[in-house]
């Protein structure tokens, strides 16, 4: 029970920061017309930043909810 | 290779391997060995989500505004990360109640209000039929195009070809007939279509496939890896732009309602509730689904970009950006890699398509026709004996309305939007049942009304900004409602609602449509308390915990009324078996053995729930169950108990053990007074008496001698010495009564010295020697040689030592008498004993001596000998010096009274 509410509290945590990373005024950091290793910056860091986010969704409860 | 028949050979192939798996699906589930008792089917079957929207659409989107069309993607990321609470909820809460859609949801939560759920599933089918509309307009388009390969043609304008020549029209028709034999072969009583399910998984992992295969050739076929073919679109002009996105408040705040509006989306939508929440078998798959569907939406998103930038590159402004994925290869001349897109893409449609008419038509019949039937008491409903039937009808017509009505709209308004904008104004409708449905899962003051209001509201004001404008764009209405305002009036045009400018129309809409239902649904729900049925149903939504739901029925129906009931809707075969299982579940051979109680009723319920939905099966039962009425006050009482007093009621455990001890303590307190004013009346009455006699004798002897001058002298004198004795027993008794008053009340007066004991022993004998001598008493004294001091009042020592003798004195025979008194120090303390020989104290007795007026020996017949305070009195001397005074004595040997004081060792050497 303790570690499914840890698992709950580190979920709506990664919202927030998802919340946060996919929105002004930290999307607009971004925004600017650079390549990074000739990817466009604005796409490499929403791509990058959502699969992070992903791999710590599935860390959080694949690893983290187990009794 | 790629004529007409080839590709219509091929669909229709593919239609058939979708309904070889669902077949092989179904025999599995009736195996018990169900395929989609997985989380990675759960997970890949929530990418219904993704359509010919994401398919075809996506790129377009991105050829238009760069990264623009990633929201909708992120934001069923981040419902997902909140899956854990929301989704797990919404099953636990499905499961619990039998929903079986999100209408039977919303109508379930306010008190299985039929109304509710009527007004949900309007607004579900308006506002989802443009996107079937979507799905028709790109499998029609992609079929166009396909088939005039090698050239790339761009199909006519939507609704100008007749419609018998009109591709889509047969798209919608083989779309609604397949859905109808896919989705309505026969009926369940849970809702769920395992079938299905696995088929909707397979189609994702289809599409994903077609996807990447495309994304693969276009980025390493045709270009060189990513960093190419961004290379290649910074050094064209036209798509720099795309590289970034526009810089302004307006773009970032359109990119938030984007996200915000598709995180609800992904929830609400009707074939996501329908996959998410109905099919869901197990809530733990909600697990995996939490990252593995934000991946596959990672996933099928990767190439998006670089296929829009290809089909730019490679193409002049007449190519429709929505069909890159197909024109791409078909330029390259791949007609593999071609049919795979296309069939991507009528697997992105089917999937939807499926699940959502599916979804829909479940409201419509459940929510919609068959309260409305059950109204009317339609006079067929009751003489047929098996509705199963009917109940299939209904849903086979309502597929295939809609799917029409999508094509309807696909002639009317289609063409003037590109495939993303017209899924967005579907998704700005779904989003009008959030209000409702979260606030509902987590909010136990919304009642009916509210729901209904802010769903009207919201709905009302959609219409207005979104459907409305979507006519007028395409020429169903005038322009000048859109230019002018309603009847001419600025402040109404829709798309500037209020003056409102610089917002997109998605955003407008959502803005002013979620204002408009967030403000009636709380408006109206804080109008008043919510009602009982109301109260109970939210209780079970709010709280909802891992456990069964409370059995809502108050009374009972039989087995021969239910059965045949649930018969006519399941059919007489699938309800028989259901209705065995309860009995072998209660442990009952057959199924007439079942009582008549409430807990069948609910059983049957929830087997009717699933087959006409939550509000209908109620009505159902209702008319079948004597139900005790639920009062207002009894349910208020039931949630009090549950909620509230829950709350404190930690807190009133603490109050009321405190409280307790408080009790106990004052019962304690009022017993000792109680006790003590007994005491103080005994005392009281004891003292009279004691005063009483005396005072008698003194009075009688004196009227004697007043009323008879004759008495002789002797006798004068005799009776004189009487009344001066008396009257001296009298003071003394007064004096001692007093004395005792103040030793009780600690208010005598002490004088604490260092007393030489034997000395005063030795000057209390002497001072009584003439007494002793007068009755010759023969007096023995047993002094040690020095002194022994003790820290004590050297009067009251004199006192109980006087006591103390001349109790010995009285009770000593006349006739050689014998008092010995000795004083011995042991250890620390010093021992005083005064011996008699007279008659003895009983052993019970030897106690009481030391109680107020009581005196040894029988009080009835023996004559008084003393005040009975002395005793006492001394005790209390004794003790108040920190000694002790006994009594050791037995009947006829005398009597030994004792006491001990301790030695106040002041440095004086003793011996």
């Known amino acids: 029970m303790m570690r499914s509410r840890l698992v709950a509290q580190r979920l709506a945590a990664l919202f927030l920061l998802g919340c946060l990373l996919f929105n002004y005024p930290l999307l607009a950091l971004f925004n600017r017309d650079i390549e990074v290793l000739g990817i466009p910056l604005l796409y490499a860091y929403v791509f990058g930043a959502w699969l992070a986010l992903i791999v710590l969704m599935a860390l959080a409860v694949e690893r983290g909810g187990r009794p | 290779m790629l004529q007409d028949w080839v590709v219509v050979v091929v669909s229709f192939a593919y239609l058939g391997v979708l309904f070889a798996i669902a077949y092989w699906a179904d025999r599995r589930a009736d195996g018990g060995r169900s395929v989609i008792a997985s989380p990675t089917v759960y997970a890949l079957s929530l990418a219904v989500y993704c359509t ?84 028709l307009k790109a499998v029609s388009n992609s079929f166009t195009i396909l088939i005039s390969y090698p050239e790339i043609v761009m199909p006519a304008k939507g609704g100008t070809a007749p419609l018998l020549q009109d591709s889509a029209f047969y798209v919608a028709i083989i779309l609604a007939v397949f859905t109808i034999l896919f989705g309505t072969r026969h009926m369940d009583a849970t809702e769920r279509h395992e079938g299905m399910v696995a088929a909707i998984a397979f189609e994702s992992v289809v599409k994903l496939l077609a996807f990447f295969v495309v994304g693969i050739f276009v980025t390493y076929g045709i270009y060189d890896g990513f960093v190419d073919v961004f290379d290649r679109a910074q050094a064209s002009a036209r798509l720099t732009s795309l590289m970034t996105t526009r ?168 063409e003037a939007y590109a495939l993303v904008s017209i899924g967005l104004m579907s998704f700005a409708a779904v989003a009008q049942f959030a209000p409702a449905v979260i606030g509902g899962l987590y909010w136990k003051g919304g009642t009916r009304g509210g729901a209904l209001a802010g769903l009207l509201a919201g709905f009302v004001v959609w219409i207005y900004t979104l459907l409305l404008p979507s006519f007028a764009k395409s020429g169903w209405l005038p322009v000048e409602f859109m230019t002018g305002g309603l009847f001419g009036i600025d402040v109404l045009r829709p798309q500037q609602l209020f003056g409102l400018q610089g917002l997109d129309e998605i955003t407008h809409c959502l803005l002013w449509s979620l204002l408009a239902n967030i403000g009636a649904y709380l408006g109206v729900s804080l109008a008043r308390m919510p009602n009982a049925g109301e109260a109970s149903q ?214 604490t010295e260092s007393v030489d004991l034997p000395a005063v022993v030795g000057a209390s004998v002497e001072s009584l020697g003439q007494m002793f001598r007068d009755k010759g008493v023969e007096v023995s004294v047993d002094l040690p040689a020095g002194p022994i001091t003790v820290f004590a009042d050297r009067d009251r020592l004199t006192q109980v030592m006087i006591n103390l003798l001349s109790n010995a004195q009285k009770f000593v025979p006349d006739d050689g008498g014998c008092v010995a008194v000795a004083v011995r120090r042991t250890g620390n303390s010093v021992l005083v004993a005064v011996d008699d020989n007279g008659p003895g104290i009983a052993a019970e007795d030897r106690e009481l001596v030391f109680e107020k007026f009581r005196q040894g020996g029988n009080v009835l017949t023996d004559k008084p000998h003393g005040t009975g305070l002395g005793l006492p009195i001394s005790r209390q001397i004794i003790e108040y010096f920190g000694g002790r005074l006994w009594v050791e004595s037995a009947p006829g040997q005398g009597a030994k009274f004792q006491f001990m004081l301790p030695i106040h060792d002041d440095g004086a050497p003793t011996t």
Not at chain 2, 56 to 80: K, M, Q
């Open chain 2, 52 to 135: 010919t929207w994401t398919f075809y659409g996506s790129v377009g989107r991105a050829a238009a505004t760069g990264i623009g069309f990633l929201p909708i993607y992120l934001g069923p990321t981040l419902t997902l990360a909140l899956g854990w609470f929301v989704m797990r909820k919404m099953v636990r809460v499905a499961k619990a109640n039998r929903i079986t859609s999100i209408a039977d949801f919303v109508a379930s939560r306010y008190g299985k209000s039929q109304l509710l759920g009527g007004l949900v599933t309007v607004i579900a089918v308006i506002g989802v039929i443009p996107y079937i509309a979507l799905q």
């Open chain 2, 247 to 414: 810089d302004s408040a307006a773009s970032y705040g359109s990119w938030a309602a984007l996200t915000f509006l598709s995180m609800l989306s992904v929830l609400l939508l009707p074939r996501q509730f329908q996959i998410a929440v109905v099919e869901n078998v197990d809530e733990s798959h909600v697990r995996r689904a939490v990252w593995l569907f934000p991946l596959y939406l990672f996933l099928i998103n990767i190439f998006v970009l670089p296929i829009a930038i290809g089909g730019l590159l490679r193409f002049p402004a007449g190519v429709d950006a929505d069909t890159f994925v197909l024109t791409l290869p078909m330029a390259h001349h791949e007609q593999t890699i071609t049919l795979l897109a296309f069939i991507g893409g009528l697997s992105a449609a089917t999937g939807m398509v499926i699940v959502e008419t599916i979804a829909l038509s479940t409201m419509v019949c459940n929510d919609l026709v068959m309260p409305a039937l059950l109204r009317m008491r339609v006079r067929a409903l009751h003489a047929r004996h098996d509705l199963s039937g009917l109940l299939l009808g209904i849903r086979r017509w309502a597929i295939g309305i809609l799917v029409l009505l999508g094509y309807v709209y696909f002639r009317a308004a289609g």
């Open chain 2, 538 to 751: 939210a209780t079970l939504f709010v709280d909802a915990k891992e456990r069964d739901s409370v059995a809502a029925w108050r009374g009972g129906a039989a087995v021969a009324e239910l059965l045949p009931l649930a018969s006519r809707f399941l059919g007489p075969d699938r309800a028989r078996e259901a209705f065995e299982r309860h009995a072998r579940d209660r442990g009952l051979a057959r199924v007439d053995d079942l009582p008549a109680d409430a807990r069948l009723a609910q059983f049957a319920e929830g087997l009717l729930a699933g087959a006409i939905g939550s509000a209908s099966a109620r009505v159902m039962i209702a008319s079948l169950v004597q139900e005790e009425p639920l009062g207002l006050d009894e349910v208020m009482d039931i949630l009090d108990e549950a909620s509230q007093v829950r709350a404190h009621s930690r807190e009133l455990e603490e109050k009321s053990l405190e409280l307790e001890q408080a009790t106990a303590e004052l019962r304690a307190a009022n017993a000792q007074l109680r006790e003590l004013d007994r005491m103080k009346d005994d005392f009281i009455s004891t003292v009279s008496h004691e005063l009483r006699t005396p005072l008698t004798s003194i009075r009688a002897f004196s009227e004697m001698l007043l009323e008879d001058p004759d008495i002789g002298l002797d006798e004068r004198k005799r009776f004189l010495g009487i009344v001066v004795a008396e009257a001296g027993r009298l003071s003394r008794l007064i004096n001692q009564i007093l004395d005792m008053a103040r030793l009780e009340s600690g208010r005598a007066e002490w004088t």
